[in-house]
């Protein structure tokens, strides 16, 4: 399976999808062609890159279930969108987007990195995380975030806002295990002081957390 099939295993059925930096726009396909939502928007802030999704969508375009706009996050979305992806770009750019923009109805986040720093921005301006899962694909690791803008408080450990709450007997479990392998070779190696130190920290939780959520 690749990350597009394994991402979109977590879209929701909504009534108007909207793929933020959608560059092929291999998810909106998805939705489309799963009668997942009725219509949808692609966008991006290069046009280069939604040039790519407009072919690829063609007959949705001509046909009007879906839509093109080239902006800056979520700049020109439409109100109505009642589900918004922000796949493949850093937690700190989708924290961004989402500052200048809004928290949409439903949400599905893959952010390739600083995945810590979204969640602590989702739980403080009231959003609900439904799923804080990690998945795999050719032996690389994604964390995924879906929820809503406004439901139930989420309660959190500070492991938990690392790693999120995948499942430790799964992908999670796989990426905490390779995560702690890479500390261990650097332990391995030459290191300065201050820089061994911080790894071990690093390790230590990583077991900690191991072990306790297989437990
Ligand atoms: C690595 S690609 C990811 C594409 C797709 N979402 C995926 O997950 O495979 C990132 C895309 O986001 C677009 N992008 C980056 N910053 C953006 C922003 N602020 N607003 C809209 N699109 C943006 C880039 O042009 C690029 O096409």
């Given at each position: 399976m690749d990350?597009i099939e394994?991402l ?7 009534d108007r999808?909207?793929d933020?930096g959608?560059?092929h ?13 009725q219509?949808a928007?692609?966008?991006d802030?290069?046009?280069?890159s939604?040039?790519k999704a407009?072919?690829?969508?063609e007959?949705y375009?001509k046909h009007?279930t ?6 800056n996050g ?8 009642d ?8 937690g ?33 301006v009231g959003?609900?995380?439904d799923?804080?899962?990690v ?13 809503f803008r406004?439901?139930e408080?989420?309660?959190y450990?500070?492991e ?7 499942d430790i007997?799964g ?8 995560e702690a ?12 002081p201050s820089d061994?130190e911080k790894i071990s920290?690093?390790l230590k ?6 072990e306790?959520?297989?437990r």
């Open positions: 990350r394994a979109c295993r977590y879209l929701y059925p909504c999808f909207a933020v959608c560059d726009g291999y998810c909106t396909e998805y939705m489309l062609e799963n009668s997942m939502c219509s928007v692609i966008s802030i290069s046009a280069k939604l040039a407009e072919k690829l969508l007959k375009l009007g879906c839509v093109s706009v080239c902006c979520l700049e020109k979305i439409p109100a109505d969108c589900e918004v992806l922000i796949a493949g770009m850093g700190e750019e989708i924290i961004s987007i989402l500052e200048n923009g809004f928290i949409p109805g439903k949400f599905v986040f893959q952010p390739m990195k600083n995945a810590p720093k979204l969640r602590e921005y989702l739980i403080s959003a609900h995380i799923k804080d899962d998945f795999e694909c050719d032996g690389k690791f994604y964390f995924v975030i879906t929820g406004t439901g408080k989420n309660e450990t500070p938990q806002i690392k790693f999120g709450k995948g007997g992908a999670l479990g796989r990426y905490l295990a390779a392998a890479k500390k261990r070779a650097y332990l391995n190696g030459q290191l300065r061994r920290g690093e939780i990583i077991e900690s957390v191991s306790n959520e297989s």
